[in-house]
């Protein structure tokens, strides 16, 4: 059965640093594209970054351009999420997503808080 494990998050102050992963088991994460979404409290799940299979290519979202990393190891079948120079405003839980039509999976979510 696929799965995908997300794990890392936890509470940082601001400025700090999290690495989110997402580890796949059933299914060969190179075949499919990668998101990152979070959801904060009482709001709507945002994309905050794509990553395509091989990981050439990488988009993210306004607010995260020039913070956030998002990165893959195929050989690994695990994703990431490198986030640096975090702020309050990103605390919300982050989902990973993989998608290859027309299969899509989400891990469970892992929680980031950013508070001093």
């Known amino acids: 059965q696929a799965q995908l494990v997300a794990s890392g998050g936890g509470l940082v102050q601001p400025g700090g640093s999290l690495r989110l992963s997402c580890a796949a088991s059933g299914l060969t994460l190179s075949r499919y594209a990668m998101s990152w979404y979070r959801q904060a409290p009482g709001k709507a799940r945002e994309l905050v970054a794509d990553?395509?299979?091989?990981?050439?290519?990488?988009r993210y979202v306004d607010s995260v351009k020039g913070r956030f990393t998002s990165s893959r190891d195929n050989a690994k079948n695990t994703a990431y999420l490198q986030m640096n120079s975090l702020k309050a405003e990103d605390t919300a839980v982050y989902y990973c997503k993989a998608y290859r039509s027309p299969g899509i999976y989400w891990g469970q979510g892992t929680q980031v808080t950013v508070s001093s």
């Open positions: 990553i395509s299979s091989t990981g050439g290519s990488t």
